[in-house]
T-cell receptor, first 113, second 114 residues
């Protein structure tokens, strides 16, 4: 149980385009999901907390207009990287909370050319 | 502010040897501590949490509030324990409810040699 999926698993896009990443809790409902970013050989950095039916809460230094988060249902949160640039290339990981524990997705590798 | 420190980026032991992965934290309130593990090419998964006081795959961790530590220990390491280990902290409100969001340490790569 408690499986979280992400789609796509990897994406390559041109600079200036927008990319949407989906995070789904497959067998449980999650009122709260989290989005992290991980650079090579570094730890996970929390970007934002996504709450179902309300606006996301962004961590300091994370541009909310750059990283749009939508949590329209109890099983789906999306992260849209708008007007992506090469510096946005990274590994994006989501997690969904259930009973005080976070369950992580497999991650999405984004490469912006 | 909350902070998690894992002082060792790399840790190597031989099979059958004891292993201890260090984790220290800084948090003014009541913390909830976790250990997550990431095996090669797999997603991050929960290993254990301090409130459960359980042993998973032979690993244990005790929260030491005096030393603000949550070190992960295993008496006899196995080759399959080789992985990246992350210590993480979540704050809790006055009622004991977790805020949910996690602060991660930098991680320790454990290699167990045959």
């Amino acid at each position: 149980g408690a499986v979280v999926s992400q789609h796509p698993s990897w994406v390559i896009c041109k600079s200036g385009t927008s990319v949407k990443i989906e995070c789904r809790s497959l067998d449980f409902q999650a009122t709260t999901m989290f989005w992290y970013r991980q650079f090579p050989k570094q730890s996970l950095m929390l970007m934002a907390t996504s709450n179902e039916g309300s606006k996301a809460t962004y961590e300091q230094g994370v541009e909310k207009d750059k990283f749009l988060i939508n949590h329209a249902s109890l099983t789906l949160s999306t992260l849209t990287v708008t007007s992506a640039h090469p510096e946005d290339s990274s590994f994006y990981i989501c997690s969904a909370a259930s009973l005080g524990t976070q369950y992580f997705g497999p991650g999405t590798r984004l490469l912006v050319l | 502010a909350q902070r998690v420190t894992q002082p060792e980026k790399l840790l190597s032991v031989f099979k059958g040897a004891p292993v201890e992965l260090k984790c220290n934290y800084s948090y003014s309130g009541s913390p909830e501590l976790f250990w997550y593990v990431q095996y090669s090419r797999q997603r991050l998964q929960l290993l254990l949490r301090h409130i459960s006081r359980e042993s998973i795959k032979g690993f244990t961790a005790d929260l030491n509030k005096g030393e603000t530590s949550f070190h992960l220990k295993k008496p006899f390491a196995q080759e399959e324990d080789s992985a990246m280990y992350y210590c993480a902290l979540s704050g809790r409100d006055a009622g004991g409810t977790s805020y949910g969001k996690l602060t991660f340490g930098q991680g320790t790569i454990l290699t167990v040699h045959p």
